[in-house]
């Protein structure tokens, strides 16, 4: 558990399953909640829209079944809840306005997910 992020809540955009439950047990090891996991960006703009979820950040794969994770990422931002992308698709494939967002290729290691999560969500919790 890494003090910086322990109670974290944490929401989760990912479409394939096993990667969600595999993201959803690293947090946990690291000390986060996880506090819903969407596979549509229909229900993560639902979910990061919903002003009684408390989130503390969020993890978005960018391509959700062909379509683009950007508009959860703009209610996101509307609510100034930070998050990083996750991406199989490289880096340099992220829209130009969400360049300054911090990224992980897949695949990835907890390592990785941990020292992005404390840079990006932890700095001011330590």
């Given at each position: ?48 829209s919903d002003e009684s979820l408390e989130i503390d ?25 930070p998050f990083i992308f996750s991406t199989g698709y ?16 897949k695949p990835y290691r907890q390592e990785a997910l ?13």
């Open positions: 558990m890494i003090p910086a992020l322990n109670g974290l809540r944490l929401l989760v955009v990912e479409d394939e399953t096993m990667l969600a439950m595999m993201i959803e047990s690293m947090l946990d090891d690291l000390g986060c909640v996880v506090v819903d996991v969407a596979g549509t960006v229909a229900r993560g703009v639902a979910l990061a950040g969020a993890i978005l794969d960018v391509n959700l079944g062909g379509e683009k994770v950007y508009p959860v990422a703009e209610a996101l931002i509307s609510r100034r809840v490289g880096i340099d494939g992220i829209a130009a306005q969400f360049s300054h967002v911090p990224a992980l290729a941990e020292g992005m999560l404390v840079s990006t969500l932890g700095s001011g919790r330590a």
